[in-house]
C-alpha cells in the first residue's frame, strides 16, 4: 500500500514563526503535492512538484515556499507564518502520467491541523 | 481552467436508502475521480472513472463525459458511510493537477 506521512498532525505556532510541515510518500511517486482545505474553500492546490528540485505554483503560493530535494520528501515553508495561514495542510503524491494522458490518483497523508497565534 | 460544481453540499439521508451525489465540470478530461474524506481529515480514493460506469462494492460511480457530468451512488446507505465525498477533475485536458468539487457532506441516520 502507498503511505504519505506528514510530520504533525497538530502544530500550534506564533504569528511571524518560520514553519515547515514534511511530507515523505514510500511509493516511488514522481508527483507531490501541497493543498490547504478551509471550510467551504475546499482543497486548494499550494504547490507541485513533478520532480526533485522541480515545482511549479498553484492557485495560493502566495506566503508559502516548497523544497524537494530528494525523490520521497517534499517539504512545505510558511517564511513567516500568518493568522490568515491557519488551516488544514494536506500532501499527496501521484505516479508520472504521461503528457495528456489521463491523470493519476492521488494518495493523500493524514494532514496537518495548523494554527497560527 | 476546470470548474467543479457538486451537489447537494449537504445530504442527511436514513439508513438504507439510495444516496446520489452529482458533479459537472466544464472542461472536456479524460479521467474524473471521487475522493471520500473522513472526519479526522484523511482522504482516500475510490473511483477514478473515464467512461462508463464503476462498481465497488455498494459505490457505484458513472460518467457522461459528453454532458461533463458524473454521479456517485450509494446503495443500502450505512451510517459507517457518513463522510464527506469531492469530486476532482484535471485543471485542464491532459493534466496532472486536480481541481476539487467543494464536496457533499453526507450524514447517515440508523
Known amino acids: 500500500d502507498v503511505k504519505v506521512t506528514q510530520s504533525s498532525r497538530y502544530l500550534v505556532k506564533r504569528t511571524g514563526e518560520k514553519v515547515f510541515l514534511e511530507c515523505v510518500q514510500d511509493?516511488?511517486?514522481?508527483?507531490m503535492f501541497w493543498y490547504r482545505q478551509d471550510p467551504g474553500l475546499g482543497l486548494r492546490l499550494i504547490y507541485f512538484s513533478y520532480d526533485v528540485k522541480m515545482k511549479e505554483k498553484g492557485d495560493i503560493p502566495e506566503g508559502y515556499s516548497v523544497s524537494r530535494e530528494k525523490k520521497e520528501r517534499f517539504s512545505l515553508i510558511l517564511e513567516s507564518a500568518s493568522t490568515n495561514q491557519t488551516s488544514m495542510y494536506l500532501c499527496?503524491?501521484?505516479?508520472?502520467?504521461?503528457?495528456?494522458?489521463?491523470?493519476?490518483?492521488?494518495?493523500f497523508g493524514p494532514g496537518t491541523r495548523l494554527l497560527v497565534l | 481552467k476546470n470548474e467543479v460544481e457538486q451537489s447537494p453540499q449537504n445530504l442527511t439521508a436514513q439508513e438504507g436508502e439510495f444516496i446520489t451525489i452529482n458533479c459537472s465540470y466544464s472542461v472536456g478530461i479524460s479521467a474524473l475521480h471521487w475522493l471520500q474524506q473522513h472526519p479526522g481529515g484523511g482522504i482516500v480514493s475510490l473511483f477514478m472513472l473515464s467512461s462508463g460506469k464503476k462498481k465497488h462494492g455498494r459505490l457505484i460511480a458513472t460518467i457522461n463525459i459528453q454532458e461533463k457530468h458524473s454521479s456517485l451512488h450509494i446503495t443500502a446507505s450505512h451510517p459507517r458511510d457518513s463522510a464527506v465525498y469531492i469530486c476532482?477533475?484535471?485543471?485542464?485536458?491532459?493534466?496532472?493537477?486536480?481541481?476539487f468539487g467543494q464536496g457533499t457532506r453526507l450524514t447517515i441516520n440508523p
Open positions: 476532482a477533475v484535471p485543471t485542464y485536458q491532459g493534466a496532472q493537477k486536480l481541481v
Open positions: 511509493m516511488d511517486h514522481e508527483n
Open positions: 499527496a503524491s501521484s505516479p508520472w502520467g504521461l503528457a495528456g494522458g489521463p491523470s493519476k490518483t492521488q494518495y
